[in-house]
């Protein structure tokens, strides 16, 4: 199961929500991600929790209230379910502060063990263009992975292109042209610069997870 706290940093009835229909439970979604973690724990499946942008309610009062040391006590309990958990962040998770429901700033008890991602190579995005667009031929499939590994913000270039837009907006460089292969416009060389930093990620589980998409 995945879900993105970017998303739903404003909505912590959201998040469950998005959690609940990935199950195939039924009835209405929990109203705590510990009610959540006892009806996951009544199966037999291997779950692994993945939670992309977690640094964005670290830090920062501006969350629902829902983000508070229960929740960081209930991931941390995941380990002692069975279940794993898989949190994306742009940096290390550390001694960051959140906000209690009582409105107290405290310092964050969830306990992770951060591991670097290397950064993915050119054969690597092609390999998952390839199987993501296999519509494309070999020249468009080479000529996006080295505009994906150069491009200064690639995951939201990468959405506009899987979503076929033909005018991606290129950031700002020498050029504000977009050359448009297949269904996919991708930024040119000369408007793309250093590759993303490496994203880090802190695992907590009863039991290695897989890697997500």
Same mark, same amino acid.
């Given at each position: 199961?995945?879900?993105?706290?970017?998303?739903?940093?404003?909505?912590?009835?959201?998040?469950?929500?998005?959690?609940?229909?990935?199950?195939?439970? /039924?009835?209405?979604?929990?109203?705590?991600?510990?009610?959540?973690?006892?009806?996951?724990?009544?199966?037999? @499946?291997?779950?692994?929790?993945?939670?992309?942008?977690?640094?964005?309610?670290?830090?920062?009062?501006?969350?629902?209230? +829902?983000?508070?040391?229960?929740?960081?006590?209930?991931?941390?309990?995941?380990?002692?379910?069975?279940?794993?958990?898989?949190?994306?962040?742009?940096?290390?998770? +550390?001694?960051?502060?959140?906000?209690?429901?009582?409105?107290?700033?405290?310092?964050? /008890?969830?306990?992770?063990?951060?591991?670097?991602?290397?950064?993915?190579?050119?054969?690597?995005? @092609?390999?998952?263009?390839?199987?993501?667009?296999?519509?494309?031929?070999?020249?468009?499939?080479?000529?996006?992975?080295?505009?994906?590994?150069?491009? @200064?913000?690639?995951?939201?270039?990468?959405?506009?292109?899987?979503?076929?837009?033909?005018?991606?907006? =290129?950031?700002?460089?020498?050029? /504000?042209?977009?050359?448009?292969? +297949?269904?996919?416009?991708?930024?040119? =060389?000369?408007?793309?610069?250093?590759?993303?930093?490496?994203?880090?990620? +802190?695992?907590?589980?009863?039991?290695?997870?897989?890697?997500?998409?």
């Amino acid at each position: 199961m995945r879900a993105d706290l970017k998303e739903h940093r404003y909505s912590f009835a959201g998040l469950l929500d998005t959690l609940w229909d990935q199950t195939d439970l /039924t009835g209405r979604s929990p109203r705590t991600l510990g009610d959540l973690v006892d009806a996951l724990a009544t199966g037999d @499946r291997p779950i692994c929790l993945l939670l992309h942008h977690f640094d964005a309610i670290l830090g920062t009062p501006d969350l629902d209230t +829902g983000f508070d040391v229960a929740f960081l006590d209930s991931l941390n309990a995941l380990k002692n379910r069975g279940l794993s958990l898989l949190c994306i962040t742009r940096r290390a998770h +550390g001694r960051y502060v959140m906000m209690a429901r009582s409105g107290e700033r405290r310092v964050s /008890t969830l306990v992770l063990e951060p591991e670097e991602l290397a950064p993915l190579s050119q054969a690597d995005i @092609r390999t998952e263009l390839d199987r993501c667009l296999p519509s494309l031929d070999a020249d468009d499939l080479d000529l996006l992975a080295d505009s994906l590994l150069r491009h @200064r913000h690639p995951s939201p270039f990468w959405a506009m292109c899987e979503d076929g837009s033909r005018t991606a907006m =290129p950031p700002r460089g020498p050029s /504000t042209n977009a050359c448009t292969i +297949g269904k996919i416009a991708t930024a040119p =060389p000369s408007a793309v610069a250093a590759p993303a930093l490496p994203m880090l990620s +802190g695992c907590a589980s009863g039991s290695s997870p897989g890697t997500g998409p």
